[in-house]
């Protein structure tokens, strides 16, 4: 399986742009926060740290503590594809976090983000 050049970019380099996004619609990055650590199982100290490090996309999602099993649950498009089409396991959980980024910054209320019911 070829590698993809976006595994090596850092997550603090597209974290502030989940922010920006976020906050740009009225959502705060204490949401933010709140869907990484739903879908990955990391808690807000593990969060400072990988920002600080710069720890690139693969590791953070290839360490992730506790990802979701309701991330299956995540349906829809982002960036032209349909989530659940995607092939490449990695790339998918890198989808899977655009998409509920997406949701947010769309007005969905996080009940329905984190699918909870």
Do not use: Q
């Amino acid at each position: 399986m070829p590698k993809h050049r976006i595994y090596s970019i850092s997550f603090a380099s597209v974290y502030p742009h989940y922010v920006a996004k976020a906050e740009k619609k009225g959502r705060t990055k204490a949401e933010v926060d709140e869907i990484i650590f739903w879908l990955t199982g990391y808690g807000p100290g593990e969060l400072a740290t990988i920002l600080e490090d710069r720890t690139d996309l693969e590791t953070f999602y290839t360490n992730a503590p506790a990802l979701n099993s309701s991330r299956a649950l995540i349906k829809g498009v982002i960036c032209g594809i349909r989530v659940e089409d995607i092939e490449d396991p990695l790339m998918r959980e890198i989808r899977y976090l655009d998409k509920l980024i997406d949701e947010l910054a769309k007005g969905k209320k996080m009940e329905k983000i984190l699918r909870a019911g």
